[in-house]
């Protein structure tokens, strides 16, 4: 039901993306990587979860299955509920949640909205059978697991004001010109990263 959704971006806020659907306006609670593909006025097509809660309905977002699977999974861990779920995934992507849960990195997980050290170490002891073999090779968004530096650069960078979308979308761009090396410093990173948002 609703596996997918294709239409034009009305408008992306904090990660809530307004979607036109042959004139039905849909909203959706998006992941970083999601909302960072939509921009407004053009097509966009979102992968999406359909949740009933008592609370009501909630429509999720996500960039592509690999998310969705992701999110699913971490509604299975007892107090994970959808929102929570989602500010996981609005905070990191899916391949550096994943690095966490594997390595049991509580620090970078309590870093989190909603994410307390109780919580973390829950999601820690009961996901990691279920991804330490499935994804044991993992590197972090091409950027190895020297990735905690991209952690504090996207932290600084937030600080100052500019969006998980943002963000995300920035590095994404230095890495796929190639800018992004391993082994660069935060304070490198988020020299880059601010040159680049000028110009934009």
């Known amino acids: 039901m609703l596996r997918f959704l294709s239409g034009k971006v009305v408008s992306v806020s904090d990660g809530l993306v307004i979607l036109d659907v042959a004139g039905f306006g849909f909203e959706l609670l998006c992941t970083g990587r999601a909302a960072a593909m939509c921009r407004e006025g053009e097509q966009a097509l979102l992968v999406t979860y359909l949740q009933i809660a008592e609370t009501g309905p909630s429509l999720f977002g996500f960039a592509d299955e690999r998310e969705r699977g992701l999110f699913l999974k971490l509604t ?13 995934l609005k905070a990191a992507s899916a391949d550096r949640v994943i690095n966490w849960i594997v390595s049991s990195d509580i620090e970078s997980l309590v870093k989190i909205p909603g994410i307390g050290r109780k919580t973390a170490e829950r999601l ?4 990691h059978r279920h991804l330490a073999g499935e994804y044991a090779d993992l590197t972090i968004d091409g950027v190895s697991h020297e990735g905690r530096n991209l952690d504090l650069a996207m932290e600084g960078l937030r600080s100052l004001g500019f969006s998980q979308g943002d963000v995300a979308a920035v590095f994404r761009k230095l890495k796929n010109d190639g800018t992004v090396e391993e082994g660069s410093t935060a304070e490198q990173l ?11």
């Open 124 to 127: 820690c002891f009961e996901m």
């Open 190 to 200: 988020i020299r880059m990263a601010l040159k680049e948002l000028k110009r934009n």
């Open 76 to 88: 299975t861990v007892k107090g994970v509920g959808g929102k929570m779920a989602m500010n996981v």
